[in-house]
């Protein structure tokens, strides 16, 4: 059962290692051979996923189950495309720059696809890519960035807990507590030492 899950995932979610070389960002980056990344590594550093049925996201049973526990109280939608966003090129690249947040990302793909690129525990990039009917949640703390692909489209739904906050905070913010807790929490494993943040 496990596996059929995981396979219907990869059909709209997929991860790899990216190279280091300079171009478009845009592009898919794969390295040579190419290194793909499973769903199960992504939640090892935190990064959960989902397929849903982007066809039917208002009625869909699946999205309101995840939505209800994990308290996803907001949503709203958002569109990244020349056409449709206001200084674009301004956008695209900001959004590029490495970052992290206090809460959780959580977006869903109803149309288009995107690439979300994270950091692994050894600070290795892995791209996921995201088409329509991925949904992803970003834990806090988590350093990642995020570009369009070659399609240059993409709509998501965005969820939130409580009141929308999009505060990025570009790297280095290692001193947030929501870093230091992702760090405890993710990269190093062992949460052996206690310490309270005051």
Not at 149 to 169: E, H, Q
Request: proline share 5%.
């Amino acid at each position: 059962m496990g596996s059929v899950c995981k396979d219907e995932r990869e059909e709209v979610i997929q991860a790899w290692y990216m190279d280091d070389s300079n171009d478009d960002q845009r592009l898919p980056h794969h390295k040579e051979p190419k290194e793909f990344v499973s769903l199960d590594k992504l939640a090892e550093i935190g990064v959960l996923s989902w397929r849903l049925d982007a066809d039917n996201y208002e009625t869909d049973e699946e999205l309101k189950k995840i939505r209800d526990s994990r308290g996803y109280s907001y949503m709203d939608f958002c569109e990244v495309c020349p056409e449709k966003l206001p200084n674009y090129e301004e956008k695209i690249k900001s959004f590029f720059e490495e970052h992290l947040h206090t809460d959780e990302e959580i977006r869903y793909i109803v149309a288009g696809s995107g690439y979300f690129d994270v950091r692994d525990q050894n600070e290795a990039w892995i791209r996921v890519w995201l088409k329509k009917g991925g949904m992803i949640v970003l834990p806090a703390g988590i350093y990642h960035r995020f570009t369009l692909d070659t399609n240059n489209y993409i709509k998501a739904m965005r969820l939130f807990v409580g009141d929308p906050v999009w505060t990025p905070f570009n790297r280095p913010h290692d001193h947030l507590p929501a870093r230091k807790e992702y760090v405890e929490a993710f990269v190093h494993k062992k949460g052996a030492v206690e310490t309270t943040v005051a």
